[in-house]
């Protein structure tokens, strides 16, 4: 049976899986270049050339980017923007400009894919009936599905067959490659949520866990996870991170979850950017100490597009890196936190390659953490492809091989991971 979108939905569906009109359909029409999940899209790219790629183009300083590309425009001292005064600083509330941008694809409940999937389905409880396991057929349909096909299929599966899917993939499965499964099953949104509460219970918090969900994501992301939290554990998110992180990274990470940074829509407006920057120096450059508070409220607040500004202009008026200094003022679990914002901001793509190489470097490999990073970048097709492009550029190796080699004792896990990232 063919299942595609439904009638007078024939716009382009998030992800590769299937064709249009021999899978499921996608309910939204896409306008611009496709969402990355989980974040803001990033201005520029990794277009394919020959000998490599050139880094995304920066837009500080110069004319606003081409319409779709999602960054703020700039404006020059003095000028507001049209129907609003100027964003707010620290931890006030965030002006709002033109109507607030809509979860990330997977991220909202109400938005369901249409179509057909009872054949994969019938053939996931195929692979998993009776004696043994038909694991090639589960990497096969399951590493293929966008957040809403598998929500889709999930339901489907699940109604169908009168069974729980994720139950039956932990009974039938094991090791990274049942947690690999049991993500995709998930999906983002509820995949994040459950990462969050593992990264929190029990002894000591696992922090890169922590980051990788909750540092940089929308507002609208932010709140979904949020809700989600709430709805799985009976629990405020909040409550739960604030209870176990030490007093001044608390903060940091209230001010994250507080979902009040503004949106990717409000303009850079020189004269703030020059005063941020000029916050930011002094609450790191003093005699006595370094002012956390203000350096957490400025990053956690602004938006990606403003905070590749102010990275941009501190390299241009102090001469020197915001990493580094960032670097050398802090530590711990704060720095890594505050050195994640900047660079997913600056440059989501290059960030992502970053972390999955980090997974897999040095003695072992970082098995929870590669996992989780390779399913979150496989959501979206057109950003895996920019990361595998960043990736050989900077490591000169592909990535693909990467894990193949790192992971190669594990066929059925290797070939998870691999299919997730083809």
Known sequence: MSYGPPQGQGQPQWGGYPPAGQGYGSPYPQQGPPQHVGYPPHQGGYPPQQGGYSAPPQHFGGPPPPAGYGGPPVLPPGQHPVGGPPPQHGGFPPQQYG????????????????????????????????????????????????PLQISLLRNTYNQRHRRDLERDIKSETSGYFRDALVALVRGPLLD??????????????????????????????MRAIKQAYQQTFQRSLEADVKGDLSMKTETLFSMVMAATRNEESTPVILAELDRDCSDLHRAMGGQIGTDQITVCSILSNRSDGQIRAINQHWQQKYHGSLEKTIDSEFSGHMKDALLLIVRRASDRIMSDAVQLEDAMAGLGTKDVLLVQRVVRVHWDRAHLDQVKRAYTHRYKKDLIQRVKGEIHNNKHYEGLMVACLS
């Not at 692979?127 to 090639?136: I, L, Q, V």
């Not at 002894?203 to 929308?218: A, F, I, Y």
């Open 192 to 221: 994040d949520v459950h990462n969050v509460h593992e990264a929190i219970k029990g002894l000591g918090t696992k922090e890169s866990m922590l980051n990788d969900v909750l540092l940089g994501r929308s507002n609208a992301d």
């Open 99 to 146: 109507p607030p941008p809509l979860p990330s694809p997977g991220y909202d409940p109400r938005a369901q894919a249409h179509g057909d999937a009872s054949a994969d389905a019938d053939a996931l409880r195929a692979a998993m009936k009776g004696f043994g396991t038909d694991e090639k057929a589960l990497i096969r349909i399951l590493s293929k599905p966008d």
